[in-house]
């Protein structure tokens, strides 16, 4: 079974600049997330999906990020305009419903902002 | 709202010294408690975890934890480190199901170092 892929994994832009990343989670599962991990810190929910669906995107800066999730599959996240505090690890993570279920992690992308 | 703290930034041990990392939580009602493990450039990988039942759960790569309410503690234990458990550990509280959202708050991570 083929795991959560992100890609790019690695990602360095100046600030005021825009990015996205992108998501395939794992096939069959339902819900999708994606957090942010800033260096020393452990990873925060920025946003949750139910196949298309948002269910959480209490933490979500939406005066500057923002995702989607086509089709209930696939899912990016784009910031616009970036600041330097947004340079951290954004990791993705899928599971088969919004239960107790595992939630299984991508590899992540690693930004920096200059 | 929930929260997770993880008192020890690092630990440093020597392979085959036994391992305990702490881990407390704060949570209004029975918790749901996670243990995850990242190794350098990688993504989180679920170790174990406690819905109710036994509070002694079982996880892989030969990790257990330890549910205790009174103390609100989840603390996670080896018996025998390899040096193949370096990595940051992360513990992690999650809403119970039945509401809007079911979520994960995770602590800030403790950094394992393992001397030859």
């Known amino acids: 079974e083929a795991g959560v892929a992100q890609s790019p994994r690695y990602k360095i832009i100046e600030k005021r600049q825009s990015v996205a990343f992108w998501c395939n989670p794992i096939?069959?599962?339902?819900?999708l997330y994606w957090y942010q991990q800033i260096l020393g810190q452990g990873p925060k929910l920025l946003i949750q999906f139910q196949n298309n669906g948002v269910v959480d995107d209490s933490q979500l800066p939406k005066d500057r990020f923002s995702a989607e999730r086509l089709k209930g599959v696939d899912s990016t996240l784009k910031i616009q305009p970036a600041k330097l505090e947004d340079s951290a690890v954004y990791l993705c993570a899928s599971s088969p419903d919004r239960g107790l279920e595992t939630q299984y992690f991508g590899p992540g992308t690693r930004l920096l902002v200059l | 709202a929930q929260s997770v703290t993880q008192p020890d930034i690092h630990i440093t041990v020597s392979e085959g010294a036994s391992l305990e990392l702490r881990c407390n939580y704060s949570?209004?009602?029975?918790?749901?408690l996670f243990w995850y493990v990242q190794s350098p450039g990688q993504g989180l990988q679920l170790l174990l975890k406690y819905f109710s039942g036994d509070t002694l759960v079982q996880g892989i790569k030969g990790f257990e934890a330890e549910f205790k309410r009174s103390q609100s503690s989840f603390n996670l234990r080896k018996p025998s480190v390899h040096w193949s458990d370096a990595a940051e550990y992360f513990c992690?509280?999650?809403?119970?199901?039945?509401?809007?959202?079911?979520?994960?708050?995770f602590g800030k991570g403790t950094l394992l170092t393992v001397n030859p």
């Open positions: 992690a509280v999650g809403t119970p199901p039945g509401g809007s959202n079911y979520k994960l708050t």
């Open positions: 096939s069959g599962h339902a819900t």
């Open positions: 949570y209004g009602a029975t918790p749901y």
